[in-house]
Every structure is written in structure tokens, then in C-alpha cells.
């Protein structure tokens, strides 16, 4: 079950995913923005799971990858409510949510529906209120204006556009102002040379969240992605000693 596979939701959206059963925690893996599960992290904890046993899921949110839609309808509230499908669609007991960049946000809106099912997250590199402390005065103007903004891509040649239905979605679910309640245990690694997401939102995201069993890991060396052979090896390992402290 581990080729791509597709689910339909009742508006006719169709969410590519990737599946392979096992024992629990199911790991769901979300990727960052205008990502999709054809990365890098993805693959390899998808393979990692496969050899070790341990149920995953990967999926494409709708107007990304091989998922049908337009990405100029893309919302946090909108893929979270697609992640939420995904799991309640296909998988069963208790799952670790894993969330990149973005996905580290989407993670914490998955995490507070998912209740007593959710066990665990792992957050790398998240980037929870990006469009609060990521985007300046003027960018603010421009989407309250109704205008999409355009950024450099630093890893495509085309440029990266945020909308305005996406920034205004975004301010109306932050995160970090007040005490986030999640109760799990929590693992947050972070790049100390991550050009995008200052590696404070992590500091900042363990002190927001009610969870007594937060484990920030600093990669000093690290950068946004990290996605070298060392990188998703720590990963990889600490997504292995969660999940069995969980069993």
C-alpha cells in the first residue's frame, strides 16, 4: 500500500497520499509550504517506517504535488481540515504528528482536533505565525489590500507567492501569543544557520506549549532544510525513541 494513492473528500478535492501500515503511533508527515511528500524527510521517514515496522502516512495538501486544486486556495485551515480527513479516513489509534516549516503550524492545528489521539509531535524547523513575524509592514498593507505578495525562491527560479485568503488565515490562527494546549510529549529540532526561521520560534514554541515533555535539539551547523545524510539521521532517530517511549 505504500504507491500513491488518492482520497476523496465530499467538495470533490482529491488528496494524493502515501500509506503503509504497521504498528502504532502512526507517523503523519507534513510538509512545508508549496512542499510535498516527494522531499527529501519525507521519503526517508516513509522508508525508515516501512523498515522498522511503524504505520505512516504522507500526503500532498490540495494544490500541492500530485493533490488536485489551486494552490491560490490554499489555507492552513483548509489543509488542516484535509490532514484531519486523511486520518480519520485511514488511520487507526494513535498517531505522531511530524511537522516541517509550515507543517510545524499545521501540526499544532491538527494536534488540538485530534484529542485523545494524538501521541506525540515532532517539529522541524517550525515556522508557527509566519505571517505575523515573517512578513513587514508594507507586505501587510499589500495583502490587507487584497494583493499577493512574491518572494525570492532561494531553492527554485520561479518566485514563491503567498496570497492574501492564506495571510489572513494565517493571522486569525496564531499561535504563539498565549499557552498552546498540548499536553503530549513534544520534539522540536532546529538549525541554528536557518536563513528563513530564526531558530527562536522553537525556543519561543516550547515555552508556549502546556506540554512538561518539551526537547528542543539545536543543529549549531544546521540550515532551514535539513536535509543532509546527518540531519535526517537525527531525525529519524528521534522520531524512533519517541515513538518507543510512546509504546
Excluded at 155 to 181: E, K, N, R, S
Aim: one cysteine or more; a negative charge; charged letters at 20%.
Amino acid at each position: 500500500m505504500s504507491e500513491v494513492q488518492f482520497h476523496s473528500l465530499r467538495d470533490g478535492r482529491s488528496i494524493a497520499y502515501r500509506f503503509t501500515p504497521g504498528r502504532g503511533p502512526t507517523l503523519v508527515f507534513l510538509p512545508g509550504y508549496m512542499s510535498d511528500m516527494a522531499g527529501g524527510k519525507a521519503t526517508a521517514l516513509f522508508a525508515d517506517a516501512q523498515e522498522r515496522g511503524q504505520a505512516c502516512l504522507l500526503l500532498d495538501y490540495s494544490g500541492c504535488g500530485l493533490s488536485s486544486g489551486s494552490f491560490a486556495d490554499g489555507k492552513l485551515s483548509r489543509w488542516r481540515d484535509e490532514v484531519l480527513a486523511l486520518i480519520d479516513g485511514l488511520v487507526e489509534g494513535p498517531v505522531v504528528v511530524i511537522g516541517s516549516s509550515m507543517g510545524g503550524w499545521l501540526m499544532l492545528l491538527a494536534a488540538q482536533a485530534l484529542g485523545d489521539r494524538l501521541a506525540g509531535l515532532v517539529g522541524i524547523a517550525a515556522a508557527p505565525d509566519f505571517t505575523e513575524w515573517g512578513r513587514s509592514a508594507a507586505d501587510k498593507a499589500k495583502f490587507a489590500a487584497g494583493e499577493t505578495v512574491y518572494d525570492e525562491n532561494p531553492y527554485g527560479t520561479d518566485p514563491t507567492p503567498m496570497h492574501p485568503g492564506f495571510f489572513a488565515d494565517g493571522q486569525a490562527l496564531l499561535q504563539l501569543g498565549g499557552t498552546i494546549p498540548i499536553d503530549v510529549p513534544v520534539r522540536l529540532i532546529h538549525g541554528q544557520r536557518d536563513a528563513d526561521v530564526p531558530w527562536d520560534i522553537s525556543i519561543q514554541l516550547a515555552q508556549a506549549l502546556r506540554s512538561g515533555t518539551v526537547q528542543v535539539t539545536l543543529v549549531k551547523d544546521g540550515d532551514h532544510r535539513l536535509s543532509r545524510e546527518q540531519d535526517i539521521a537525527l531525525l529519524l532517530r528521534i522520531v524512533a525513541d519517541l515513538s518507543e517511549s510512546l509504546t
